[in-house]
């Protein structure tokens, strides 16, 4: 299996995707995002996978079930770091990831994640 470093920082999870994954090794990624998720209640998952050449209907379909199962538990999701040859093979493909928000950088993907967390406060007050 190959090992993704995940780590936490304040309410969110970042993982790196250093490499291509096999079909059995996203899923084992997915296994342990969902448990870590559960596990620490972070409330923001960014998934940086600027290092990653290919993305295949397999895994495009993953990343949009993680982001699902993600929301589930409470946290948000935003793929960053998307290659500009990937992209055109998404949309070659015809692959849609509906539910996947996208940043091009990890930063801002962070970005996004901490307005998500404004929102959902500021909801939060309101509804009280």
Do not use: C
């Amino acid at each position: 299996m190959t090992k993704i470093p995940t780590i936490k920082i304040g309410d969110t999870l970042i993982a790196t995707v250093h490499e291509d994954l096999t079909d059995r090794d996203a899923l084992e990624f997915q296994e342990a995002l969902n448990a870590r998720l559960e596990r620490e209640g972070a409330t923001g998952l960014l998934i940086d996978v600027a290092l990653v050449n290919m993305i295949d209907s397999f895994l495009g379909r993953l990343l949009h079930e993680i982001a699902q199962g993600a929301r589930l538990l409470g946290a948000s999701t935003v793929v960053a770091g998307i290659q500009p040859a990937v992209a055109i093979t998404l949309v070659e493909l015809g692959l849609q990831l509906p539910g996947v928000r996208t940043a091009l950088t990890t930063e801002r993907g962070l970005l996004l994640l901490a307005q998500d967390v404004a929102r959902e406060k500021k909801a939060n007050i309101v509804g009280q």
